[in-house]
Each structure stands twice: as C-alpha cells, then as structure tokens.
C-alpha cells in the first residue's frame, strides 16, 4: 500500500519561511518523480514544484529537493506572502510535470498558513 504522509505545515508570518516534508512508503521511491501542488479554498489545485528521479527540477517560487536514501522530498518555501496560504499536498508519478494527471499518489495533504 502506498502511502505518501506530508508534515511541516503550520501558521508563519509574511516573509517567513517553512520547509516541507513528505514520506513515502510502498514504493520504489528513486523511480518517481515527485511534485507538490496546493489548494487553496474556493480555487483549482495549483502546480507548485516537481522533481524527477534524477533530480530534474521545475518549481513556480519554492525549492524541491530529494533524499532517495529516506524516501523523502521536501519543499522549501521561504519569502511567503498570506497568498502561499493552502493545502500543500505531495504526489508521485512516473514522471515530472506541472499537471497533475500523471501522478498516480496523493497525501493528505498538511495545511500552511501565512499571516499578513
């Protein structure tokens, strides 16, 4: 069973910063690109960052990295503005994009909010 659980949300203030954590499980994890998109409320899911396997990265503001070693991707957000305020959620797919049809997991996502 696969399982991706993301951890590190939380209130900040404008123009500070959070790094995100995901876990995965139940997986070869070195052969999934990784992404992180987010929801706000009353609006579409938004890309926000992707990784390949190979470390390949696209992202709109913020930094993905990976650590195959520990099954984990992050995402640093730093300079947040209260509209970076969402539900961040992790995904993985067989490869990077800024869509989220080609990933096949989702987490539940983990809740950041900024305040002005």
């Known amino acids: 069973q696969v399982q991706l659980v993301e951890s590190g949300g939380g209130l900040v203030q404008a123009g500070g910063s959070l790094r995100l954590s995901c876990v995965a499980s139940?997986?070869?994890?070195?052969?999934?690109?990784m992404g992180w998109f987010r929801q706000a409320p009353g609006k579409e899911r938004e890309f926000v960052a992707a990784?390949?396997w190979s470390g390949g990265a696209d992202s709109v503001r913020f930094t993905i990295s990976r650590d195959n070693a520990k099954n984990t991707v992050y995402l640093q957000m730093n300079s947040l503005k209260p509209e970076d305020t969402a539900v961040y959620y992790c995904?993985?797919?067989?490869?990077?994009?800024?869509?989220?049809?080609?990933?096949?997991?989702w987490g539940q996502g983990t809740q950041v909010t900024v305040s002005s």
């Open positions: 995904a993985a797919g067989g490869r990077l994009s800024r869509y989220s049809a080609p990933y096949d997991y």
């Open positions: 139940g997986l070869s994890f070195s052969r999934y690109a």
């Open positions: 990784i390949s």
